[in-house]
């Protein structure tokens, strides 16, 4: 039997420097009575629950559409709380919390059972990071209990970066959403597994895998990360993004990598073929390479050079895509390299194995 939803849903206005004590005092209230509230980042907007609340949680995975055995990130207001989560006896977590926290990653420890096991999705690890939005840690703290929230859109659809986006998704389906203007840097967290050796990224997000190994040494990236693969490829997701199609718009997307040169005069030989069929095509590309594309809805995404302005502007432009009904979106692939590697890796899960490896 399909989940009914009878939520009215608040939308509410907070300053993202200051937010109003007496509205997170509310926004805490319905986290504690088992209630969802969806709330900026500054990766993404997520979507949070008591992670002690184990009906609050499942709520999630019913309100998003998301698959059980998907584990969600928990979320504190303060690095001391990281102890009473995990079991962080190697001081990795500690080092890497001092370095990076409060941002945009995400680390995963033995557990130590004190959330519930709908939020781990049954595994004996537990993924932790300390936001560094001054609203995020203001609700963590006006609950009084670390916060459940993966990202607060419809599962596989593009992650929601501005308060409409959540609305579009989910209105009538939580209690609450929390408005403080765009979130920042557009990608979600890096997830970095401590429970093994090297330490291990199971999604490239906000902390760069060079940003890390200046802090650890040596760290892997977890093949999933860039594979082209299906989702039974993986039994066990150990992280969010690891097994399922994410991050897609409506519209098929084929993603494009290689040379840029080559990779250009291939997007633009499949575009010419797409619009003789009478196609409406969306175009995703780097800034400068607009009019390579005539024909199409084109949306630059930033300088070749600065991945951090594409991570910024990716969800919202697929969003952009699907409001123009385009039926296939073709993308220039991205270097995957520094940021650039969360950028290759949200490409790749929206094109849902659609990948054309270019040569020259």
């Known amino acids: 039997m399909a989940f009914r939803f009878h939520c009215k849903t608040e939308l509410l206005a907070v300053d993202p420097q200051s937010p109003d004590p007496a509205v997170m005092r509310r926004a805490g209230e319905v986290l504690k009575r088992g209630g969802l509230v969806a709330f900026p980042t500054e990766t993404v907007y997520g979507l949070g629950a008591s992670a002690l609340d184990q009906g609050a949680v499942r709520r999630i995975f019913q309100a998003k559409g998301r698959p059980a055995d998907n584990p969600l990130i928990i979320h504190i207001a303060a690095a001391e709380e990281l102890e009473w989560l995990a079991d962080d006896s190697g001081g990795r977590g500690r080092l890497l919390a001092q370095a990076f926290w409060p941002g945009p990653l995400t680390l995963v420890l033995p557990g130590r059972g004190r959330v519930t096991t709908a939020a781990t999705a049954g595994l004996d690890s537990v993924a932790v990071r ?136 291939a997007l633009r030989e499949r575009l010419a073929t797409e619009l003789a069929a009478g196609r409406r095509v969306g175009v995703l590309c780097r800034e400068g390479n607009q009019a390579c594309y005539e024909g199409a809805v084109v949306v630059p995404l930033g300088r070749q050079d600065r991945p951090e302005q594409v991570a910024a502007g990716l969800y919202a432009a697929l969003r952009y895509l699907d409001e123009q009904a385009v039926e296939i979106i073709l993308a220039e692939g991205v270097p995957a390299v520094g940021m650039g590697l969360a950028v290759a890796n949200r490409l790749r899960r929206a094109a849902g194995g659609n990948v054309l490896e270019v040569k020259n």
């Open 130 to 265: 300390l936001p560094a939005h001054p609203v995020a840690r203001a609700l963590i703290r006006a609950a009084g209990v670390p916060v459940a929230a993966p990202s607060a859109n419809l599962s596989g659809r593009p992650s929601p970066t501005t308060a409409a986006h959540v609305w579009q998704d989910l209105a009538g389906r939580v209690e609450m959403i929390l408005d403080a203007g765009p979130a920042g840097q557009g990608v979600e967290s890096t997830v970095l597994d401590l429970t093994v050796s090297p330490p291990l990224i199971l999604r490239p997000g906000g902390v760069t895998r060079e940003e890390l190994q200046r802090v650890l040494g040596r760290v892997d990236v977890d093949p999933a990360v860039l594979a082209v693969q299906k989702e039974t490829d993986i039994e066990q997701p150990r992280s969010p993004g690891m097994k399922y199609r994410h991050y897609a718009p409506r519209a098929p997307l084929y993603l494009f990598e290689g040379e840029a040169v080559a990779l250009r005069r």
